[in-house]
C-alpha cells in the first residue's frame, strides 16, 4: 500500500511526506461565480422588423427584445432571459420564413422563365 503524498493538519497546512516539512503556502479553494449576462437580439430583432416581418413575428421579436433589454437594465436577469430567448426563437422563425419566400420565389421565377424560352422555341 502507497503512503498519501500529501496530509492535511490543522490551520490549512499540507504536511508533505517526503520533505518532512509543513508547507508555507495555505491551501483555499474559492470560486468566482458569473453570471452571463442574457442577450436580448435587438440588431437581429430589427432587422426581421425591417426587412422580413412575415405575420408580424418581426414586431413580436422587436418587442421582446426591447422588454429584454430593459429587464436586463433592471437587474431581473431571470426575466431578461426569458425574453431573450422568445425572442430569438421569433427571430429564427421569421428569418426561416422569409428564406422559404425567397427560396420558392426564385425557383418561381426560373420555372417561368424556362417555361417561356420553351414556348418561344416551339412558336418558331
Request: charged share 15%; net charge positive.
Amino acid at each position: 500500500m502507497n503512503p498519501p503524498e500529501s496530509v492535511p493538519l490543522q490551520g490549512g497546512k499540507m504536511y508533505y511526506p517526503n520533505t518532512g516539512q509543513p508547507s508555507s503556502m495555505d491551501q483555499y479553494t474559492t470560486g468566482n461565480i458569473q453570471r452571463e449576462m442574457p442577450k436580448d437580439y435587438l440588431i437581429w430583432s430589427l432587422c426581421c422588423f425591417l426587412y422580413s416581418n412575415p405575420l408580424c413575428i418581426g414586431l413580436a421579436a422587436l418587442i421582446h427584445s426591447v422588454k429584454a433589454r430593459d429587464r436586463k437594465v433592471m437587474g431581473d436577469i431571470e426575466g431578461a432571459r426569458d425574453y431573450g430567448t422568445t425572442a430569438k426563437t421569433l427571430n429564427i422563425t421569421a428569418t426561416v420564413i422569409f428564406c422559404v419566400f425567397v427560396l420558392i420565389t426564385i425557383i418561381v421565377y426560373a420555372v417561368v422563365l424556362a417555361q417561356r424560352s420553351n414556348a418561344h422555341l416551339y412558336k418558331g
